[in-house]
């Protein structure tokens, strides 16, 4: 019997799909990329789909979907199982919106020494009198040291030295003699350098004869479409298959982020000779097809830490790949720690993402950990969540009235993580919420307070942040401090010892630095001992890719930097707990902070 035939609209694409199956797995098959925060396990209602006929309802989605909605048909895709022939129609909010990636970072000089050389030969030609053979006349004419050949560079060269006449190029790989090419092509010599996060994947053009960055692109990451966070990774990857499915959709995201490098620059892809990747430890083992399972459970080891130099099987050319710090320290923050290299300065680096990496050091001592917080900040488990794309709401202003502001001024349709730390800040600040987070009425906005099974404040006519939003905030700004306040202590400093906090990431580079010490998502400096440094995963990439220096540098960072484990720390939990409070129940933390809400706010004014 054939399988059912799954029409969605309005695209029209058209996919057979095996019975039994959900309505959410068949998008991913499609190509349809829905939003599906949970991956799948129906926790989240973002998967909002039409689907005529069905009238089985999940307690799931009764508990997401209004009445009015399970009136017209919607469903939730995860939830809907697959018997026959189905029409389904995605309203555009459950589509994944193109998101604003950050693409640059904080530049860092460095001498050029990438791992490929190329280097021109005008060889003499065999006689009966110089009967060496092809590999030997190469090796003898060239100050280089060649201490292995390829396979493929063997059977490729006696074709191209008679048809150039013995003028060619060699392509040498830290020894090794990778390629050979007709006449002069040194100055073609190009490598991408890869950020593979858990949202976006991010590559870049390199010259490897002038460092110059020649083209940058940026594309979601596809896995989002089998889930938000690598939790969710994880679970799904479990069987071969669901790995295989994980690993293949982000190579031909790579595949196809190396064409439209190529078409900007307007180069040959066959000039590309090296890679390098930088990513968290769950992206790393997923990219490489490595099983994750292992990360899910303690003791969350991964399966390799040290760096790899491997033949990408994208397209068969040489591939580095960072070295990770522990299961949840990645090599994106070994890149980080690349392009901003610590000194004798006492810093402390944060990168929000989908998880937080905190460090904190000097050159002579770095301590690291990770805490799972970015989601909320993402859009998940917010009711009106979204992630950083044209309509979300990226900063909210209370004064008389409520202003928001949305990225690229499109009519809002949801909160961006910066909109809901500037919101929560805003609503703190104005006594619309209090220390506990608790919702309030009495104020000049009580109008907007709105009770439908939970409290919640409406930003726009449409658009509110409920009581739940704000538990969601407490715990993730709670884990993230817990989170510094643990790697103080361990290094055995104050706050006031502090010579800079550094904010690495995308979120890092848009948060709105009062508004995150407003709710005690960082702790209390002054302005000019806080600094953005955007991008420095994708920088920390480019660098490894220029220079075997900074290679050497990011093995010495995986083996120097100490991991700190928060789980087996007997006092993380009663920081989580003091954290959940706005700012913290200790306000002496934040000075400025308190000092502003005894002004604004009722219940601060003691």
């Not at 930088?278 to 040290?306: D, Q, R, W």
């Not at 890149?335 to 000194?343: C, M």
């Not at 709105?512 to 440094?533: R, T």
């Not at 480019?542 to 007997?570: D, F, G, M, N, P």
Request: charged share 25%; with cysteine; glycine share 8%.
């Amino acid at each position: 019997m054939a399988d059912p035939f799954i029409t969605f609209q309005p695209s029209g694409k058209r996919i057979f799909f095996r019975k039994g199956s959900t309505v959410l797995e068949a998008a991913q098959a499609a190509g349809i990329q829905l939003r599906a925060v949970c991956g799948g396990k129906g926790l989240c209602g973002k998967c909002k789909v039409k689907v005529a006929g069905y009238k089985k309802y999940t307690e799931e989605e009764k508990e997401f979907l209004t009445q009015d909605e399970l009136t017209q048909g919607f469903r939730l895709a995860c939830q809907v199982i697959i018997n026959n022939d189905l029409t389904v129609y995605i309203p555009e909010a459950s589509v994944l919106k193109k998101q604003r990636i950050l693409i640059e970072g904080i530049t860092r000089k460095i001498t050029l020494e990438p791992n490929v050389k190329k280097v021109f030969l005008k060889l003499p030609e065999p006689t009966l009198e110089d009967n060496r053979t092809d590999i030997v006349r190469i090796r003898e004419s060239i100050e280089y040291p060649i201490t292995t050949v390829s396979m493929e560079a063997v059977k490729e060269i006696p074709f191209v030295l008679r048809d150039s006449d013995f003028e060619v190029t060699l392509v040498l790989l830290a020894g090794e003699l990778l390629e050979c090419e007709k006449g002069d092509t040194t100055q073609k010599c190009y490598g991408v350098a890869f950020d593979i996060g858990t949202t976006t994947v991010v590559g870049y053009l390199l010259d490897l004869t002038t460092g110059e960055q020649l083209a940058v692109c940026a594309r979601m990451n596809p896995q989002i479409s089998f889930g938000d966070d690598v939790i969710s990774r994880i679970n799904y990857g479990q069987t071969k298959e669901t790995l295989e499915r994980l690993t293949t959709s982000l190579k031909v995201c790579l595949l196809e982020i190396i064409d439209e490098l190529s078409d900007t620059a307007d180069i040959e892809k066959d000039y590309i000779y090296e890679l390098s990747i930088a990513g968290n430890t769950c992206m790393h083992h997923l990219f490489l097809g490595i099983s994750p399972k292992s990360l899910a459970v303690s003791p969350y080891i991964p399966v390799v830490k040290e760096a790899l130099s491997v033949r990408s099987t994208l397209y068969g050319k040489p591939m580095y790949v960072l070295p990770l710090i522990a299961g949840f320290v990645g090599a994106d923050t070994v890149a980080d720690l690349v392009a901003y290299p610590l000194d004798d300065k006492l810093r402390l680096l944060i990168d929000i993402g989908t998880n937080c990496e905190v460090v904190l050091g000097t050159r002579e001592r770095i301590l690291a950990c990770s805490t799972a917080a970015g989601p909320a900040f993402e859009g998940a488990h917010i009711k009106y969540g979204m992630r950083a794309a044209p309509g979300a709401i990226e900063s909210v202003t209370i004064t008389d009235d409520i202003t928001v502001q949305t990225i690229d001024d499109e009519p809002p349709e949801g909160i961006a993580g910066s909109g809901l730390i500037s919101c929560t800040a805003e609503m703190l600040k104005w006594g619309i919420i209090d220390s506990s987070g608790r919702l309030q009425t009495e104020h000049i906005f009580q109008s907007r307070v709105k009770s439908t099974g939970s409290p919640e404040f409406m930003l726009t006519d449409t658009i509110s942040l409920t009581q739940k939003d704000l538990r969601e905030v407490q715990l993730a700004k709670g884990a993230i401090f817990a989170a510094q306040q643990i790697l103080l202590k361990t290094y055995g400093v104050e706050i006031t010892d502090l010579d800079e906090i550094v904010l690495a990431g995308a979120f890092g580079n848009y948060i709105p630095v009062e508004s995150a010490k407003m709710i005690g998502l960082i702790f209390d400096l002054p302005a000019d001992k806080i600094k953005s440094i955007g991008n420095a995963a994708g920088v920390g990439a480019k660098l490894c890719l220029l220079s075997r220096k900074e290679r050497e540098r990011a093995q010495i960072l995986s083996e120097h930097v100490e991991y700190i484990e928060l789980s087996t720390r007997k006092d993380f939990q009663q920081e989580f707990m003091d954290a959940m409070f706005f700012p913290h129940s200790n306000l002496e933390l934040f000075p400025s902070v308190k000092k502003t809400l005894e002004k604004t706010s009722p219940y601060f004014d003691i």
